[in-house]
């Protein structure tokens, strides 16, 4: 089982709808969980930090499981410029583990 | 400086070659991290500098790979005989303090390998 899996989507959805992705970890000891947003060929930014009692930024909201082991994204109002690749990031083994992404394209 | 800094941002190279690609973190991090993402693929781990401990090699694929951190500070991330396999963007990332700490990444270096 890989460390870290999500949905590699595309989830293609409309300006304005609510968006939400998830994301499994294997490693139960894992103690930091993250959000990074990719652009095309750009390098990855921190979206958000996910704590154990969910956070929530602007339009975004994170959520941890940690009975289930896996972290979720909420995004809603989407906008245009949150199409992106998202990468769900937990603390492994040795060091911050990445997952794949999940792309999302937003259109108008 | 501002952000983590990585040169060259595109590197071409034959075959057999060595290459050598510079991060420079910055300034007061601690922890220095080297990923390369292929095409399409996942980020990879490949090393971790923390302070003045032992790096975290278990990340690197063979033994043409190596990485050094010269006083703490900036890390050069060296590939001997370069096979083609190696192309991808290798990105570095600097962290304030220890592992499980937010990371902020350079722009990487797009290596292509001919």
């Known amino acids: 089982r890989k460390e870290v899996e999500q949905d590699p989507g595309p989830f293609n959805v409309p300006e304005g709808a609510t968006v939400a992705f998830n994301c499994t970890y294997s490693n139960s000891a894992s103690q930091s969980f993250f959000w990074y947003r990719q652009d095309c060929r750009k390098e990855p930014k921190l979206l958000m930090s996910v704590y154990s009692s969910g956070n929530e930024d602007g339009r975004f909201t994170a959520q941890l499981n940690r009975a289930s082991q896996y972290i979720s994204l909420l995004i809603r109002d989407s906008k245009l410029s949150d199409s992106a690749t998202y990468l769900c990031?937990?603390?492994?083994?040795?060091?911050?583990?990445f997952g794949k992404g999940t792309m999302l394209l937003v259109s108008p | 400086g501002a952000g983590v800094s990585q040169s060259p941002s595109n590197k071409v190279t034959e075959k057999g070659k060595d290459v050598e690609l510079r991060c420079d973190p910055i300034s007061g991090h601690t922890a220095l991290y080297w990923y390369r993402q292929s095409l399409g693929q996942g980020l990879e781990f490949l090393i971790y500098f923390q302070g003045n401990s032992a790096p975290d090699k278990s990340g690197l694929p063979s033994d043409r790979f190596s990485a050094e951190r010269t006083g703490g500070s900036v890390s050069t991330l060296t590939i001997q005989r370069t096979q083609q396999e190696d192309s991808a963007v290798y990105l570095c990332a600097s962290s304030p303090r220890d592992r499980g700490e937010k990371l902020f990444f350079g722009s990487g270096t797009q290596l292509s390998v001919l």
């Open positions: 990031v937990c603390s492994g083994y040795s060091t911050l583990t």
